[in-house]
């Protein structure tokens, strides 16, 4: 919530919700075996807290949740949430991002700050279309 929407570097989840309020499947770029670790935001300003609170300085940790996850199940997973049973589409693989896997190792950011994320994939998503269809609806 509260990201650019309208923005050259607007995060797929936009691009998809767009998309999937419009009757369109979701475009997944490449075959959709790509891996990211997302977390919610919530969880991100509160590893930013204890990291300010914390005694440790000149430390770095990776924030979050330690789940790897295909951009093909965040599809099926958005669809589910937005109620749609479409089906993704696939397009050609985009050659600016090569990096076919992401995960956080938050093994240090739990152990030192006690960080761990709190909220789930699906519960992420459902939070992000409220706020989505909230600021569509006002502007």
């Known amino acids: 919530p509260r990201m650019d929407t309208h923005g050259a570097y607007t995060e ?3 691009r998809w919700m767009e998309r999937i309020s419009k009757g369109l499947p979701p475009l997944i770029l490449g075959d959709g075996n790509q891996t ?3 977390v ?7 590893a930013n807290i204890l ?3 914390a005694t440790v300085t000149d430390e770095c940790f990776n924030v ?3 789940v790897e996850t295909s951009l093909r199940d965040l599809a099926s997973t ?3 949430v937005m109620g749609s049973d479409l089906k993704p589409e696939y397009g050609p693989t985009r ?4 990096v076919p896997r992401r995960l956080a190792d938050v093994t240090r950011a739990k152990q030192v700050l006690g ?10 998503l459902r939070r992000l279309v409220a706020w989505w269809k909230q600021e569509t609806q006002q502007g």
């Open 115 to 124: 960080f761990e994320a709190a909220v789930p994939l699906e519960e992420g």
């Open 12 to 14: 797929v989840f936009i």
């Open 95 to 98: 050659k600016v991002n090569s």
């Open 51 to 53: 990291a300010a609170k």
């Open 78 to 80: 958005l669809l589910r």
């Open 40 to 46: 919610y935001i919530e969880d991100v300003a509160r």
């Open 64 to 66: 979050g949740t330690g």
């Open 36 to 38: 990211m670790d997302f």
